[in-house]
Each structure stands twice: as structure tokens, then as C-alpha cells.
């Protein structure tokens, strides 16, 4: 059974930081391209940031370039998202997908960030 877990969601201010962390379990996560997707209300669901499954190539919204950053560790089964200089516009569920090499997708349940004063 694929289980993605996000964590590390909360209220923040603006100008803060947050990292969240998405943990994997029943996949072979070495072979899965990892990436971030949030939603804002009334908002369709967009993607943050990719990461290949080696992580030797990352891919950004332009909305984040320079401000979030995208990583992973193929021993704990783990891919993170480093979040600075938050803005409010940053608010939203922030969901962990994973895409295996034969187009099985998953996706966690979602971790909510609030950018506020």
C-alpha cells in the first residue's frame, strides 16, 4: 500500500520559512520523479517544484524560482520542500506526488501553510 505523508505545514509569517517533508512508504522511491503541487482557495491545484528520481535535475514554478527549494534522500525515502521569503499569495495546501517510471501517480493527503501576519 503507497503512503505519501506530508509534515511541516503551519502559520507563518511573511518573510518566514517553513520546511515540509513528504514521507514514502510501498513504493520503490529511488525510481519515483518526486514533486509539490499546492491549491489555494477557490484556486486550481498547481505544481511547485519536480525533482528527478536521482535528483540531479530540478524544475520550479516561476512564481517560486529563488525563494523554494526541492530536494530528496533516497535512503529515508524522504523529499522536502525548503520554503523562504513566504507571501501570503504562498497559502495553500501543499500535496506530495510521486510519478513512477511506468506513470503510476500517488498522492498524500496535503499539509496546509498559512502565510500571515
Known amino acids: 500500500q503507497v503512503q505519501l505523508v506530508e509534515s511541516g505545514g503551519g502559520l507563518v509569517q511573511p518573510a518566514g520559512s517553513l520546511r515540509l517533508s513528504c514521507a514514502a512508504s510501498?513504493?520503490?522511491?529511488?525510481?519515483?520523479?518526486m514533486s509539490w503541487y499546492r491549491q489555494a482557495p477557490g484556486k486550481e491545484r498547481e505544481p511547485v517544484a519536480t525533482?528527478?528520481?536521482?535528483?540531479?535535475?530540478?524544475n520550479y514554478a516561476d512564481s517560486v524560482k529563488g525563494r523554494f527549494t526541492i530536494s530528496r534522500d533516497n535512503v529515508k525515502n524522504t523529499v522536502y520542500l525548503q520554503m523562504n521569503s513566504l507571501k501570503s499569495d504562498d497559502t495553500a495546501v501543499y500535496y506530495c506526488?510521486?510519478?513512477?517510471?511506468?506513470?503510476?501517480?500517488?498522492w498524500g493527503q496535503g499539509t496546509q501553510v498559512t502565510v500571515s501576519s
Open positions: 506526488h510521486a510519478r513512477s517510471l511506468w506513470g503510476n501517480i500517488f
Open positions: 525533482i528527478t528520481d536521482d535528483g540531479g535535475v530540478t
Open positions: 510501498g513504493v520503490t522511491f529511488s525510481t519515483n520523479i
